[in-house]
C-alpha cells in the first residue's frame, strides 16, 4: 500500500464530475495508504422488485467498480478506464444507503486491479468485487 | 437451446415490474429459442465524464446482468437471483440507445450460467459478460 | 472474425513449446476464421477425487486459457500473456480427452478478449469462460 | 471468520487425496480463524516457456482455486465443488515453491465464495482471485 497523492477534496472533485456518480450521490468518507471508502446515497430508482424492495444488482455492481476504481485514482491522480469488472452478490441490499471501501491489489504500468467491498446501514456484506483497470500513462 | 416457456409480453411485464428496470427503460425486442434481445433508452444521467461523454461502465454491467438473466427467465418463467457477474468492456459507448443480446450458456438445477453482448447505435460490441443466477426452485 | 495469420503447423509448435502445455498434450484440430479448436489427451494425473474420478477444475481452466490465448495467438501471430481468466465449471468431467473451441471476442490495440468452451468426449460443455490478454505490440 | 473446524492434519489428509493435488504438493502449513495457508512445491513440468521459464497460468489458476476451496473446506469439514472462478495475474511467477493465503469472503446456505492470493519465494504476489463454490447440504 502507498500514500494517496491526491486528497479527499480532489478524490470529490473528481467522483462527481460525471453525471451518473452524481446521480449514484458518491460521497468520499476517507482515503488514506490503506484505501478509500465511499457512500452511495440510497434513492427509490435503485429498488430491481416492487414487493421486496431489493436494490439491483446492477447498482451494487456499478458502485464496487467506481469504489475499485477511486482505490487507484487516489494513487495515480486519475480515475482509470475498467477493463472488466467482476462482482459476487452476498446477501440482497435493502434501502438505505451503502458504504463501499475499496483498495489496491497491484499497481502496474499497463494495468492495475483493485478490490471493493460494499456494506449496508447495519454494516453486513452486500456484494465486493473486482476490476481491472488500464493504467498506462497517457500520452 | 430450448424454447421460452413465456412470451414477449410476460417477460415484459416481468422486467418493468422494478423501479431501476423502468429508469433504465428496456424493450423486450425479441424472445426466442436462440435467446433475448433487450432494448436499453438512453438518458443523459448514464453519462460518466461530461467533456467525453462516455456511457458508465455500471450500467452497461446492470444491462448485462439483466440481460443474462431475462435470458435464463425466459427459460423458467421466472428471473433470478444473480450469483456474481463479470463484464467485459470493450468499447467506449457514445450517447445512444443500447442494445443486449442473450443466451443461456448452461441452466442447471441448482445454479446456471448465462451471457450478454451488449452493441451501441452502429451495431458494434461495446461490452459483454456472464453471469451466475441461484436456479434452484423456489421452495 | 478475422482470418489467421498462422497456420496450424505454426500454431501447435508455438503452442507445444512450453513443458506445461506438453504435459497437457495439446492437439491444434483447426484453425480459421471462425477460431481454434484444440484437444487436451487425459492423463492419470487430472483426477481431482480417487473414487468420482472427476477432472479437476485447475485442468480446465488450464485449457481454457491456453485455448483462448491461442484464438488470440491465430490472429496475432504469438501467443500472449494472460491479465485475467474467469471460467464457469457446467458439468463433472470424466476421464476422457477434451476438446476446447475458443474464439475472440475482441482484439484492441491494448488488450484483448477471447473466449472458450470446452467439451468432453460425448460432446457436452464440461467448463467455458474467458480471459482477457494484453496484446500491445512488443517494443 | 468463524473457527475451523477440522485441524490441519485432516485438511491434509483431504487435499492429499486428489492425484491431481498429489502431483501439485500441496503442503498445508496453516489453518485458523483467519484462513488457510498452503504451499505447492515447484516443478519442472509447471514451465510456460522454456526460455523465461515462467510458471504457466494454469497452474496459478489451479493453486487459487485449491486454496480458495480448503478456506471453505476448514469451516465446513469437505471441499465443496466450484461453480466458477476468477483469477488475475500479477507478475510472472519465476520457478519456485508458491505459497497461497485463502479466506472465506462469505459462506452461505446454498453458495459461498472465497478468495486466494498467491506468493513467490521472495513473497511478491503473483496472482490472486476468488471462487464461487457450491455449498448445499449434500442430501
Redesign the interface.
Known amino acids: 500500500m502507498s500514500e494517496p497523492v491526491i486528497g479527499i477534496e480532489k478524490l470529490q472533485e473528481l467522483i462527481s464530475?460525471?453525471?451518473?456518480?452524481?446521480?449514484?450521490n458518491f460521497t468520499v468518507l476517507k482515503s488514506d495508504g490503506e484505501g478509500v471508502e465511499i457512500r452511495a446515497a440510497w434513492r427509490?430508482?435503485?429498488?430491481?422488485?416492487?414487493e421486496r424492495r431489493y436494490t439491483?444488482?446492477?447498482?451494487l455492481?456499478?458502485?464496487v467498480?467506481?469504489a475499485a476504481d477511486y482505490a487507484i485514482a487516489a494513487q495515480l491522480g486519475r480515475p482509470v478506464?475498467?477493463?472488466?469488472?467482476?462482482?459476487?452478490?452476498?446477501?440482497a441490499a435493502l434501502p438505505g444507503d451503502l458504504v463501499a471501501k475499496a483498495h489496491v491489489?497491484?499497481i502496474?504500468s499497463?494495468?492495475s486491479?483493485a478490490e471493493a467491498w460494499l456494506y449496508d446501514r447495519e454494516g453486513a456484506?452486500v456484494a465486493?468485487?473486482?476490476g481491472?483497470y488500464?493504467t498506462?500513462s497517457p500520452k
Do not use: M
Request: charged content about 20%.
Open positions: 464530475r460525471g453525471p451518473f456518480n452524481q446521480w449514484l427509490e430508482e435503485w429498488v430491481v422488485n416492487p439491483h444488482g446492477g447498482i455492481a456499478a458502485i467498480d467506481v478506464p475498467t477493463i472488466d469488472i467482476r462482482v459476487d452478490y452476498h446477501k491489489v497491484r502496474g499497463q494495468y486491479t456484506l465486493s468485487g473486482r481491472t488500464f498506462a
